[in-house]
């Protein structure tokens, strides 16, 4: 599998990009897995992996041994404290595929630089020290993957070679964290143990995990689809960024489209004005394009002279995003003095900013149960929701629907600093319950393609050619079709039971032994 | 984003990136560096505000030791796309004859280039100024904003941040302050080289191998560009065939031995390539932090 290579051929890096992050508790070892990743997938030249070995002669708290860490703790102050304190960007990629990954710090004094890596990524590495198990910061992290819309997660249960590789130990972790995280409505969740400094499971099987049945990390992040929000919009959501207007005989509006597909001769309207147009051109330094899909950078002409500009939409008519003075959002406080019902602030929502006021505090998420609490005031790091409003109407929508207009900064009108980042919530009670339905389906299930759908399929099929072999052999020997058919019914409703009780029984013995290879069944 | 590819998508967030300064700075400025992420930074700035022309000036600050083809591929190409150049040389370094050679890579750099860079952009007035800074180039490059706000005394605080979750930059910034800004953040190496080739952009040709005077010194192969570089006892110029990974002064740039004399050359060889482009430059070795030093204090 990964022979994998530093830098691949274009065509074949140009088949997929993923953007993950990793996030976890201070010393989960973050830093660790991801530099053991770099390494793994031969991203670490010889001139870096030379200063790797004198900087871990230095700071390394493995003694002479490499500490991977290093490779991506950049900052001095994280160097000398040996922790993460702001986000680093890693880019690594194998003949599959091409990854872009935010290293994130575990200290909660730094969650607002978790959630900026958090907010453009596709899928979150969690990872937990196998010795402590489930921390606040575990769940923490997972309820802002969760909000700003990641909907796979890799469970990384770490530093398994503290704990002995020991199953049991393994197995209450993933199904504690399993329980905590029900509510935030994963697509995937897929735990793999490791033990990222010495590389088990990264990029191989580890022999000292023969109870893990699953794939390797790497593997994992290889194949894992992703497939598009089921909510996203479909049409045209296009951000006004800039007026380009180099000659009075033309008159562009330059963004990137936010969802959909433009094409020339499309009916639109502008919001928040409502004024409707027609596209007359789409503009590109290489050429006028016929449409423009999401993502795209062009420059849209209309066919009529109407007032647009920064911070409008363009949308096609009949859309049913609005401009709205008043939104209800999911916020995060990322500042040391507390949010009150009251405050003012700038807002900015895709290219539009306005004034904005926080008219009330709905309630607080509590971190722990993850249930909504009275609050009158957020502090650091704390999220809940509120009621905004702004001093005009901007065009917004909700996050589900579009990551670019359904996300917002508040920024401090005295120090210019982003105080706090938000989602926009549906503040209409609608069919949102068809929705949770499916998920949770599909969390049992797992994903159309994914690993977690495999095994199942793998295992039903099993089973219904066990019982059709044992029904005919039971017919054949007995030559009563009703007792092969009693007898293979017996089977699959008691194999469970038995299959437990033999596990219960092997887990015993072999504690007894002090051989933990020997654990019953995986899977 | 389904349907685009990996360099689109990358080109697309570049040029967003350099149209939310155009669209919220007063007097932004593109730092022109002549090597070959300055030539795709100044390629998509043109793309970014098509039709209209290049709404900023390229300033390059000038140390007086780029390499000679460096200085003349950037007077032609200014002059080919019709920008405005503004180059700058710290006079006072120049009158206090600073140079690499007697004043060490550590006092040149920071003469000639951070304090340089300071007296041009306090001279113009700049407010936002684009750099081609990659994260992938160094570690704590890896930590910086695509938005960097800089005090009006330039320094960078790395512990403090904007936090810029999507693609929401905050733009604002009190008098006096500045922003850096880095287009091409979320590109490689490979990137660069991809684009150069799929977009059919000029470089500098000391990119290419070809046998050039070069001393080997410190262990370093140290093209001698002018007779400013005097040889030490037992030195001697020798004809090989080199090219440059990166560029900057010649006094402080390894060359690297290599055949490599066409960009798929080039291309092929990097792929292969057990070292990062950053092992040439002099500057970087000077202790394990010494880029995050540099950025506080105002370097690039």
């Known amino acids: ?523 | 984003m389904r349907g685009l590819t990996h360099l689109q998508r990358l080109e697309a967030e570049s040029i967003h990136i350099f149209r939310e300064v155009i669209a919220t700075a007063d007097n932004p400025v593109l730092m022109y560096s002549i090597g070959k992420d300055s030539a795709v930074l100044l390629h998509l700035a043109i793309k970014a505000f098509y039709p209209a022309p290049l709404p900023f000036p390229l300033l390059h600050v000038d140390t007086t030791w780029k390499f000679r083809e460096m200085i003349a591929f950037r007077d032609q190409r200014a002059k080919e796309l019709g920008c405005r150049l503004i180059v700058h040389i710290n006079q006072d370094g120049l009158r206090a004859g600073v140079n690499p050679f007697a004043s060490g890579s550590r006092l040149h750099t920071d003469v000639m280039k951070t304090q340089s860079l300071k007296q041009a952009l306090d001279r113009h007035k700049f407010d936002a100024a684009f750099g081609g800074a990659r994260r992938d180039e160094e570690k704590s490059r890896a930590k910086e904003r695509v938005f960097s706000l800089r005090s009006a005394e330039h320094r960078w605080d790395p512990k403090n941040q904007r936090p810029e979750p999507w693609h929401l930059f905050n733009t604002r910034k009190r008098a006096g302050e500045s922003v850096r800004v880095f287009p091409l953040s979320n590109w490689t190496e490979a990137d660069v080289w991809d684009y150069i080739a799929q977009e059919n952009i000029p470089v500098v040709p000391l990119y290419f191998a070809k046998p050039r005077p070069v001393v080997e010194r410190d262990g370093t192969l140290i093209m001698r560009d002018d007779d400013r570089m005097v040889l030490r006892p037992g030195e001697k110029i020798e004809m090989r065939s080199v090219r440059f990974r990166t560029l900057g002064c010649y006094p402080l740039t390894g060359a690297v031995e290599s055949e490599a004399a066409t960009l798929s050359d080039i291309i092929a060889e990097m792929r292969g390539s057990r070292s990062s482009e950053r092992q040439g430059r002099v500057i970087d070795h000077d202790g394990g932090a010494s880029m995050e030093q540099k950025k506080q204090e105002g370097y690039f």
């Open chain 1, 1 to 523: 599998m990964s022979a994998a290579l530093a830098i691949t051929a274009p065509a074949i890096r140009e088949a997929s990009l993923l953007r993950l992050l990793t996030c976890g508790s201070v010393d989960d070892g973050k830093s660790t897995l991801l530099g053991r990743l770099l390494f793994d997938s031969n991203a670490v030249l010889d001139d870096q992996l030379e200063a790797l070995d004198k900087d871990s002669r230095k700071f390394g708290t493995h003694g002479d041994e490499r500490d991977f860490a290093l490779l991506v703790d950049g900052l001095s102050a994280e160097r000398e404290q040996g922790i993460t304190i702001d986000v680093a960007y890693r880019y690594f990629s194998t003949p599959k595929r091409s990854f872009i990954v935010a290293d994130t710090p575990g200290h909660e004094q730094y969650t607002r630089n978790m959630a900026t890596g958090a907010s453009t990524a596709e899928l979150a590495i969690i990872l937990v020290d196998a010795r402590k198990g489930i921390l606040p910061q575990t769940r923490r992290h997972s309820f802002i993957v969760s909000m700003v819309g990641v909907r796979h997660v890799v469970l990384a249960v770490n530093k398994m070679d503290l704990v002995g590789f020991d199953q049991g130990v393994y197995d209450r972790i993933v199904a504690e964290y399993i329980e905590a995280v029900a509510t935030l409505g994963f697509t995937s969740i897929v735990p793999i143990p490791l033990c990222a400094r010495e590389g088990d499971n990264i990029a191989g099987r580890s022999p000292r995990t023969p109870w893990y049945r699953g794939a390797n990390l790497l593997e994992y992040l290889e194949n894992v689809t992703i497939a598009p929000a089921p909510d996203q919009a479909r049409r045209l959501h296009f951000p006004v960024q800039w007026v380009n207007r180099p000659t009075l005989d033309f008159r562009g509006y330059a963004g990137t489209v936010a969802t959909g597909t433009v094409r020339a001769g499309d009916g639109v309207t502008v919001l928040p004005n409502r004024r409707r147009s027609t596209i007359a051109r789409i503009v590109t330094a290489d050429g006028d394009l016929a449409e423009a899909v999401a993502g795209q950078a062009v420059t849209l002409t209309l066919t009529d002279e109407i007032d647009v500009s920064r911070g409008d939409v363009i949308v096609h008519d009949g859309s049913v995003m609005q401009a709205r003075k008043a939104i209800v959002v999911r916020l995060l406080w990322m500042v040391d003095r507390p949010l009150r019902a009251g405050q003012g602030f700038i807002v900015k929502i895709g290219t539009a900013e306005a004034n904005a006021e926080v008219v009330a505090l709905r309630h607080a998420v509590d971190i722990h149960s993850f249930q909504n609490q009275q609050a009158d005031s957020l502090p650091m790091n704390a999220i809940g929701v509120v009621d905004l409003t702004f001093d005009k109407a901007i065009a917004t929508t909700v996050y589900g629907r579009d990551r670019e207009l359904g996300s917002l900064i508040l920024i401090d009108r005295m120090t210019n600093q982003t105080v706090a980042l938000g989602t926009v919530q549906d503040d209409t009670p609608r069919q949102a319950n068809d929705n949770v339905r499916g998920r949770t389906v599909l969390a049992l299930v797992g994903a159309a393609g994914s690993p977690q759908r495999r095994r199942l399929w793998s295992s039903v099929s099993r089973k219904v050619v066990e019982a059709i072999v044992l029904f005919l052999v039971v017919a054949v020997l007995s030559r009563n079709g009703w007792l092969a058919l009693a007898v293979t019914a017996a089977n699959v409703l008691l194999r469970p039971a038995t299959d437990r009780a033999a596990a219960w029984v092997w887990r015993h013995l072999s504690a007894d032994a002090t051989h933990p290879a020997v654990s019953g069944h995986a899977d």
